[in-house]
């Protein structure tokens, strides 16, 4: 197919598995290096690949990986399998389940464990695990079986799985009326100066890089979707500050992107620019330092400790904690020996 090749039956026996329109104000690019933003673990060459396959669409056109965007295409990926999302097999999987009962359970997820299938993770999630112990699990409205929330791959901690319809019907409006409870710990670059603080901002898909959110500002409000998160200092390390962050609101990556966007980079998160050392001394010993950290807590150093909400049946509230994991604490001892170091020079 060449670039000006109309759109034919072929479009029949392929399935959709991505669908962007192109910001307003983007310049010209080559759509091969535009996707790279916005699909994630694709390489160049497997985009190129789909290119020549006739899989990439632009306003119903298949295009060459040369192709250039412009502002308002319309772009669809189309492959000739159904997304493996869809497909959803169960796993014999290590789940951490903190509490069950016959209308919903609690789950300690670990770092690492990918909630739902998705995009270069088609196995090994929780959700795989779930269906293989649990029968007829009900559907949230993104037909995931028990989601009633999620946390992401490399965040740690709590999540509530609804095992009935009821369940599911009331646990997600409580989540949705914003009166359920979250508290999640994180490490972020810095010294926070107020002892505590609200962090309001809209919430959106960063417009240059899908793979991100980011705050939309005041001129921009009808972007993205309020979010707020309150937070409170734990301890100061120096050059990093232990925090509290609780979730009035559920937007993806919200704490990554509420911290971020006041100066405060969760340590170690490396889609948001806080594997890099943002906080410090220019000293060999102290890059050598945090290296050490980053090789402990290879991750973004966040945990959700507490969970609490009104059991769907019995009406009474519930609230979950969960230990700091050994990471994340070992990260947070690491840091308090060079604080007490660094007082005593």
């Given at each position: 197919m060449d670039e000006n090749t109309p759109l034919n039956d072929k479009a029949d026996e392929l399935y959709e598995h991505?669908?962007?329109?192109?910001?307003?104000?983007?310049?010209?690019?080559?759509?091969?290096?535009?996707?790279?933003?916005?699909?994630?673990?694709?390489?160049?060459?497997?985009?190129?690949?789909?290119?020549?396959?006739?899989?990439?669409?632009?306003?119903?056109?298949?295009?060459?990986?040369?192709?250039?965007?412009?502002?308002?295409?319309?772009?669809?990926?189309?492959?000739?399998?159904?997304?493996y999302e869809n497909l959803l097999v169960g796993e014999d999987l290590p789940l951490d389940i903190v509490y069950e009962d016959d209308a919903l359970l609690v789950v300690n997820k670990p770092a690492g464990m990918v909630v739902h299938p998705g995009h270069g993770n088609y196995s090994g999630t929780l959700?795989?695990?779930?269906?293989?112990?649990?029968?007829?699990?009900?559907?949230?409205?993104?037909?995931?079986?028990?989601?009633?929330?999620?946390?992401?791959?490399d965040t740690s901690g709590l999540l509530v799985v609804a095992?009935?319809?009821?369940a599911m019907a009331h646990l997600s409006k409580q989540f949705k009326d914003k009166t359920s409870e979250r508290e999640y710990i994180a490490l972020v670059w810095g010294n926070v100066e107020e002892d505590e603080g609200t962090i309001e901002g809209n919430i959106g898909r960063h417009p240059k890089n899908r793979l991100q959110n980011t705050v939309f500002l005041d001129d921009e409000y009808e972007q993205g979707k309020p979010a707020v998160t309150h937070y409170k200092v734990i301890e100061r390390l120096g050059y990093v500050t232990l925090v509290s962050c609780k979730l009035e609101t559920g937007r993806t990556h919200q704490i990554r992107v509420h911290m971020k966007y006041i100066g405060h980079t969760?340590?170690?998160?490396?889609?948001?620019?806080?594997?890099?050392?943002?906080?410090?001394?220019?000293?060999?010993?102290?890059?050598?330092?945090?290296?050490?950290?980053?090789k402990i807590l290879p991750r973004q150093a966040l945990h959700a400790k507490t969970l609490g909400f009104v059991h769907p049946v019995t009406n009474k509230f519930m609230s979950f904690t969960s230990e700091t994991p050994d990471d994340i604490q070992a990260c947070?001892?690491?840091?308090?020996?060079?604080?007490?170091h660094q007082d005593n020079l």
């Open positions: 991505y669908s962007f329109t192109v910001d307003k104000g983007q310049a010209p690019l080559r759509i091969d290096k535009y996707l790279m933003n916005f699909v994630e673990n694709a390489t160049r060459n497997k985009i190129q690949d789909s290119a020549k396959s006739g899989n990439i669409i632009v306003n119903d056109t298949p295009v060459k990986s040369n192709y250039k965007v412009k502002p308002l295409d319309a772009i669809r990926v189309m492959f000739e399998h159904p997304p959700i795989n695990g779930l269906i293989y112990r649990f029968e007829n699990l009900p559907n949230n409205s993104s037909e995931r079986p028990g989601l009633v929330h999620r946390i992401d791959k095992k009935t319809e009821k969760l340590f170690n998160d490396a889609r948001y620019g806080g594997e890099r050392i943002l906080k410090g001394t220019t000293f060999t010993k102290y890059k050598q330092f945090v290296d050490n950290c980053f947070i001892e690491k840091w308090h020996a060079y604080s007490k």
